[in-house]
Each structure stands twice: as structure tokens, then as C-alpha cells.
T-cell receptor, first 113, second 115 residues
Framework: GDSVTQMEGPVTLSEEAFLTINCTYTATGYPSLFWYVQYPGEGLQLLLKATKADDKGSNKGFEATYRKETTSFHLEKGSVQVSDSAVYFCALTLNTNAGKSTFGDGTTLTVKP | DAGVIQSPRHEVTEMGQEVTLRCKLISGHNSLFWYRQTMMRGLELLIYFNNNVPIDDSGMPEDRFSAKMPNASFSTLKIQPSEPRDSAVYFC?????????????FGSGTRLTVV
């Protein structure tokens, strides 16, 4: 079946460090890919997305590129801030199943000043 | 748009009591998803609807759990009777099925504590 595998956390970085959170997927089809962010005490929010190979999604300084050849969608940010501390979820959706998404387990990021 | 609205934000109840969680979808969205999140089990999909029809309820843990969509914009998740192991944060999310690349909009969640 469809699945998403994320880099295990927690990840702890110093402010202004470079961030990479790995995400790979398995899908029986051609999915759209997403990153969601969950801040403490809140629901998940869509951070960025990409719908076809080689597309780059970006938002708030975060980027991820849809790599079909490696079935990956790694999240990156060049300089993290304390306010980026959150849980990050990678997800995929196929054009079937009424748009049901498959989520990874989430990666907790803590950024220290 | 006010987004996906969940109520109540917090619920504390005694074991054995009935609990009803509520969710209002974004206008125009036609898919609705109920999730449960705990530290131990992470994010679990309980049930989802499309055009008010339940599509997959295989994630509902027991018969004590039930969900309905009485109309296109509203859903309830009921637990009867509640047990301490039901304590979790419950999220609903909506999306526009026709746009698989649309993504979900989540509510802020209901934190349920069963004592």
C-alpha cells in the first residue's frame, strides 16, 4: 500500500543552522506531496506542496522538491529560527480515495537560541 | 473564511459518560476526515466521508465510536461510553475531493480527557 517514511526525530538545531528533514514515499500511482507543520497546541497546517515531478514547493523559507526518481520530498530551510520549533509531517495524496492522504509519523524539530 | 471549526476545544469527562465532538467544514469542501493524536500512537485516521457518505471507517477503534455527517457542512464524532484510554486530541480536517493536490485544512482540535 501507500506509505510515507520520515526521518526519525527529534532533531535539535541551533538558530541559523541548516535544516533537512528527509521524506520518502511509496505509492501505487502519481501522488501529490505535502509538508504540514504542527505548532504546540495547534492543528496541522499546510506548509507547502508539489504536484508533479521536479516541482519545488516553498513557503516561509522552507523548500522541498518532488523527486520522482528517488521517490523523495525532503524538507529544507537555510537558516532556522526558534519559532520554527514544531512537528513536521510529510504526506501524499493520490487522485483516488476521495482525496485521502497518507501521513508520515512526524519529525519534532527544536531550535535553540 | 473561518476555517474548520471544532468544538469544544477542551473536554473533561468521567469514564462511562457520552462525549460528542463537533466539526464544521469549510464551505464548499466535500471530504471530511477525523483523526486522533496521542504521544504513543501518533496521528491515526479514524474515519472519512465524501459527500456526506462514510467511505472508510476501518480506523474506528471500537463500536463505542460513531461518526455522522447530517449535512454537507457539519460532522459529529461520538464516544459512548468513554474510557480513559480514549484521552487524546481529536482533529477533523476537510478538503476538496476534486483537487487531490489541494491538501487538508485542519481544525484546532478537541483535547479530550477521560478520568
Amino acid at each position: 500500500g501507500d506509505s510515507v517514511t520520515q526521518m526519525e526525530g527529534p532533531v535539535t538545531l541551533s538558530e541559523e543552522a541548516f535544516l533537512t528533514i528527509n521524506c520518502t514515499y511509496t505509492a501505487t500511482g502519481y501522488p501529490s506531496l505535502f509538508w504540514y507543520v504542527q505548532y504546540p497546541g495547534e492543528g496541522l497546517q499546510l506548509l507547502l506542496k508539489a504536484t508533479k515531478a521536479d516541482d519545488k514547493g516553498s513557503n516561509k523559507g522552507f523548500e522541498a522538491t518532488y523527486r520522482k526518481e528517488t521517490t523523495s520530498f525532503h524538507l529544507e530551510k537555510g537558516s532556522v529560527q526558534v519559532s520554527d520549533s514544531a512537528v513536521y509531517f510529510c504526506a501524499l495524496t493520490l487522485n483516488t480515495n476521495a482525496g485521502k492522504s497518507t501521513f508520515g509519523d512526524g519529525t519534532t524539530l527544536t531550535v535553540k537560541p | 473564511d473561518a476555517g474548520v471549526i471544532q468544538s469544544p476545544r477542551h473536554e473533561v469527562t468521567e469514564m462511562g459518560q457520552e462525549v460528542t465532538l463537533r466539526c464544521k467544514l469549510i464551505s464548499g469542501h466535500n471530504s471530511l476526515f477525523w483523526y486522533r493524536q496521542t504521544m504513543m500512537r501518533g496521528l491515526e485516521l479514524l474515519i472519512y466521508f465524501n459527500n456526506n457518505v462514510p467511505i472508510d471507517d476501518s480506523g474506528m477503534p471500537e463500536d463505542r465510536f460513531s461518526a455522522k455527517m447530517p449535512n454537507a457542512s457539519f460532522s459529529t464524532l461520538k464516544i459512548q461510553p468513554s474510557e480513559p484510554r480514549d484521552s487524546a486530541v481529536y482533529f477533523c480536517a476537510s478538503s476538496l475531493e476534486r483537487e487531490a493536490n489541494y491538501g487538508y485544512t485542519f481544525g484546532s482540535g478537541t483535547r479530550l480527557t477521560v478520568v
